[in-house]
């Protein structure tokens, strides 16, 4: 059985992740070292890449949040709006 086709023409954003990271004071490293959250998901979250879902619960736990504070849904219109600004 192959892969399901997408359903969603939008991409996730962490930058709320990032934000609220910095004003917390933890750092990526600190995912790392202290958390033990794998480098290749952390790449993931830097690329705004999929993750699973338990991973998100995870960073809840640590950050003390919902997953809207962390996660954000753009959609293309949107995104490619965004891609033109910078």
């Given at each position: 059985m ?6 969603y ?7 709320k ?14 995912l ?27 960073l ?8 809207g ?5 753009i959609?293309n219109?949107t995104?490619?709006?965004?891609i033109?600004?910078?």
């Amino acid at each position: 059985m192959g892969e399901r086709e997408k359903q969603y023409s939008g991409v996730i954003s962490y930058q709320k992740l990032f934000e609220l990271m910095e004003k917390k004071q933890i750092k990526k490293r600190d995912l790392r070292e202290k958390y033990n959250i794998s480098p290749t998901i952390i790449n993931r979250l830097n690329n705004n890449s999929n993750v699973a879902i338990d991973t998100i619960m995870y960073l809840c736990e640590i950050l003390d949040c919902q997953p809207g504070d962390i996660v954000e849904y753009i959609r293309n219109d949107t995104w490619n709006k965004i891609i033109n600004m910078l």
